[in-house]
């Protein structure tokens, strides 16, 4: 699985209820930041009514790179709530440069700039806060919380 995946979920809002008995799915959010959309049947992307579908994206420590990056997006900009811990950052610099070293040929990869969060702080050293905070265990029970909530 590929560490900077997003993963879209349209669910109608009676299905929450079942995908959190039957599944584990929403549980493990090792390698991905997770955006849970309830929606109602027949939603179709870039539609009137996604506009004014609440979005929630899940996160964990482990969440870094262009998965943090979505994350801080979706914080900066309102289009989702985020969940969980603090990412693992590095989003927000460039993308990473390659140098081959002459005597040994080996190939380093690194970044070469860091960008920064709101604060000041440096991303790639602190990440991004979630707006809310929990373990990130519990990031899909919260949501659900806070979905049944509205």
Do not use: Q
């Not at 905070?133 to 919380?145: I, M, Q, T, Y």
């Amino acid at each position: 699985m590929n560490t900077n995946s997003i993963v879209i979920y349209y669910y109608p809002l009676r299905l929450i209820n079942f995908i959190k008995k039957s599944s584990t799915l929403f549980h493990d959010l090792s390698f991905l930041a997770r955006v849970l959309v309830p929606a109602p049947f027949g939603l179709t992307e870039g539609s009137a009514e996604e506009k004014n579908i609440k979005k929630w994206v899940l996160t964990s420590e482990r969440v870094y790179s262009s998965a943090d990056k979505f994350a801080n997006f979706c914080k900066r900009t309102g289009w989702a709530t985020i969940i969980g811990t603090r990412t693992g950052g590095d989003g927000l610099g460039s993308t990473p440069v390659l140098l081959m070293l002459p005597d040994s040929g080996l190939l380093i990869r690194f970044s070469a700039e860091v960008g920064e969060n709101p604060d000041g702080s440096m991303n790639a050293a602190v990440g991004t806060l979630p707006d809310v905070v929990c373990k990130s265990k519990d990031a899909f029970d919260r949501c659900l919380e806070l979905i049944g909530g509205e």
